[in-house]
Structure formats: C-alpha cells, structure tokens
C-alpha cells in the first residue's frame, strides 16, 4: 500500500513558502530543530563510522555496516512532514547474507546511499552546524557582549546605586531582545538547512525509478489475480443464487402448464410462486451488478454514489464531496470502492459511530479523506481488502494512506491524479 499522502500533505517547505509570517508560531520551527540537531549527531556519527565501514569491511561489507544509519534517515526525514521514505531495495532472490550483499552491490541505491552517508558525514554536517551557528548570532554576540561588560565593570570603580539598577534594566532587556532574534533567525535558518537537507535525502534515498517500475508491476500482477478471483465469485454467485432461483421459477412454471391442462384454477398458486421467485431473483441480480459497478455511479457520478451507499448504512456517515462535474470513469469506479471499503470495515470491524468521508479535486488530483471514530488499529495485512484496492489505485498512479493507531482515528487519505502518466 502505498504511503504517500500526496497534494493535500503539509510539508516544512510548503509551510514556510506559503506563510512565512505563521510558519514562526506553528510548531515547523521546533521539527526543523530537531532534524537538524539530530541530522549533526548522525553526521557526526557517520563521520566517525564510514572510515570504519569501510576498512573494517573491506568495501564487501560496507552496504551492511552502513545499513543502520541510512534506515534511521529515512525514518528521521518524517519531521519534515509526509512519511519515512521506502525502502528501495529488492529482496534477494535466495536467503542468505552472501545473496543480501550480492543484490546490494548490483543496485544502485546502494551507492546512492554510500554517496549520502559520505555528505552526510561532510557537506551535510557543515551545513547543519552553520545554520545551526547563523542562528544562534544574536545570543553569541549578546554573551559576548555580557562577557566584555563583566569584565570592564570588573576593573571599574563602583557606580553608583541608580547606575547598577540601569545596568541590570539594560541587561535584561537585551537578554530579550537576543532571545527573540535568536528564536526567530534559528527557526529561519533551521528550515532553510533542513528542507535542502531533506531535498538531498529523497533525492538519494528514496525508490527510483527502477524500484517503481518494480512496484508498480508487482500490483499489475496481484491486480490481475484479483480480478481472476472477482470473476470467480461472480460465477459463484450467479450459479448459487440467481440462477438456483431461476431453475426453480422454471420448474414453477412447468408445473403450472401442466396443472392448466387438468385443474385451471389450482394454476394460481404456482404462478404466485413464479411471482414470488422472480422478483427474488432479480433483487439477487440487482445486488450483484451493484457489487460490481453501482448504477448511480454511472448515472450520477462519486457523490450520489457514496451518498446512496451512506445511506444505507446504520452509522451516521457525513459526506462533503465538493468535486465539480463527472470525473474519468476509472477515477470514480476506484474512488468509490475505496470509499464503499473503507466504511464498510469502520462499520464491522472498528465499531464506529461517525464516519465522515470529504473530498475535492485539487491540482488535478481527487483527494478523497474517510475518517472513523472507531477502535483503530487496522492493518491491511489482516485481510481488510484495502491492499487489492491499494493495487488498483497503483495502476491509475495514485497513493492510498492509512493511519489507524489502537484507539482511533482510522484516517484513510486516497489520492487519484485526473490524468495518469503514461508510463503509469
């Protein structure tokens, strides 16, 4: 399943691009903070540790030595804002640490992130420390300042008593003003290191194109069993259900005809019966094409459709789906089973008593958000469906996002471009 929150996401860049004057009181400065203290603890770190991965394990072993530290990057780059990066690497074809290293050194994410851990250790580490230094300016110089004062004041006759009390105003007063320079050029200068620190970071460490061709043919492939097995149920379902009905309505109807010739009027029944098992019939045929595509979703479009389902629910679902016009076929076929999954499981799994789904096209993109009150702690692995319809939504090159911690909110955040890559 893909973990990408995609158009809607705030990041840090975004943050300070957008609103530099509100970046200051929301809490970016501090995550930028602490990206950039700890991307100097690790770069310190790495500084000490390449030379040793690399003479201790003799350039061979260096993708194993070097593994710790990259992993704990592409975790650390969530205080930018979005989700640790993935892993980009391939699983061996055999078990065994000889095959590990062998499909490691014929990646090239490999040496990409040999290249990152040697900046990381260098450039990265400068970086960090002077932005670290520029913003912290103001309170250097203000204790500077302090020390120069102490020390004239030191070799001085005593001032008067009025002239202390002003000292120590002017003291305070500067100690202010050197804080809040200080806070505000340190959030400043942090955010400019730690989004070019981060850029660098996705720019080496994330997937590349392989690893995405990789996927993405990966989900064709489960894409393709699954439709195998949707074709199956479909035949399942018609000769166990509809077409049992159906066999008995022409076994009714035979028993009629013959009836007709011996006793007209004992013919009522069994065509009350036909009646009866007719209109079941269909009622089975109507419920198994609206499993497959909804009506009102071809005549209507996403909105109608998601109502139609929320209304048929016994929780409460709150629909705001602000989406202008009817959108691809294939984009509101996967929008709506996305949505129609996701409450079905806040329903009988997560014991929800309010779902809101909302939604709206932004930037090309259908972004649509299902949100639960319900326990929390789902897992797509457990067999909740979401991973056939994460396939699905791959193939349209979209990403679909769950957050669902033990004691909710269950958040499903899908997110759909209008038009697909072609490579997609």
Do not use: K
């Not at 929301?26 to 990206?35: N, Q, T």
């Not at 003291?171 to 942090?190: D, F, M, S, W």
């Amino acid at each position: 399943m893909a973990v990408d929150g995609g158009a809607q996401r705030v990041t840090l860049a975004r943050a300070l691009r957008r609103a530099p004057l509100r970046f200051l009181v929301s809490s970016w400065p501090l995550r930028a903070l602490a990206y950039v203290l700890t991307g100097t603890a690790t770069g310190l770190l790495a500084t000490v540790w390449l030379p040793v991965a690399l003479v201790a394990g003799a350039v061979i072993l260096t993708p194993l030595l070097t593994h710790p530290l990259v992993v704990a990057e592409r975790r650390r780059i969530a205080l930018l804002g979005g989700p640790a990066l993935a892993d980009p690497h391939r699983a061996p074809d055999r078990p065994g640490a000889a095959a590990w290293l062998q499909t490691r050194h014929t990646e090239a994410a490999t040496w990409r992130e040999l290249a990152y851990t040697v900046l990381h250790g260098s450039v990265l580490l400068v970086v960090n420390i002077a932005a670290l230094v520029l913003g912290s300016a103001p309170a250097l110089v203000y204790l500077s300042g302090v020390v120069n004062f102490a020390a004239s004041a030191a070799g001085a006759a005593p001032t008067a008593e009025a002239g202390s009390a002003g000292g120590v105003v002017f003291l305070i007063g500067g100690a202010a003003l050197a804080v809040a320079a200080t806070a505000v050029l340190l959030a400043y200068t942090a955010a400019v290191a730690a989004v070019a620190h981060g850029e660098l970071a996705r720019l080496l460490l994330s997937p590349g194109e392989e690893a995405r061709v990789r996927s993405l043919t990966r989900s064709r492939a489960r894409l393709i069993d699954a439709f195998e097995v949707e074709r199956r149920r479909i035949e399942r379902d018609l000769h166990d259900g509809a077409q049992q009905r159906l066999l008995r309505l022409g076994m009714t109807l035979l028993t009629a005809r013959l009836e007709f010739d011996h006793d007209p009027l004992a013919v009522r029944p069994f065509l009350e019966q036909a009646e009866g098992e007719a209109r079941s019939a269909l009622a089975e045929l109507r419920e198994l094409v609206r499993g497959i595509h909804p009506r009102v979703l071809t005549d209507l479009g996403l909105p109608a459709a998601v109502a139609e389902l929320a209304g048929g629910l016994a929780v409460p679902v709150d629909v705001v789906l602000e989406i202008p016009g009817r959108l691809p076929a294939p984009v509101e076929s996967t929008a709506y089973f996305v949505v129609a999954e996701a409450v079905t499981n806040a329903v009988r799994h997560a014991a929800a008593t309010g779902i809101r789904v909302t939604g709206a096209v932004t930037g090309g993109i259908l972004v649509v958000e299902v949100r639960d009150d319900g326990d929390g702690g789902a897992d797509p692995a457990r067999g909740t469906g979401l991973t056939g319809l994460a396939d699905r939504v791959d193939a349209l090159a979209g990403t679909l996002t769950l957050t669902s911690p033990h004691g909710g909110p269950t958040v499903l955040c899908l997110n759909l471009p209008l038009e697909p890559p072609c490579s997609a």
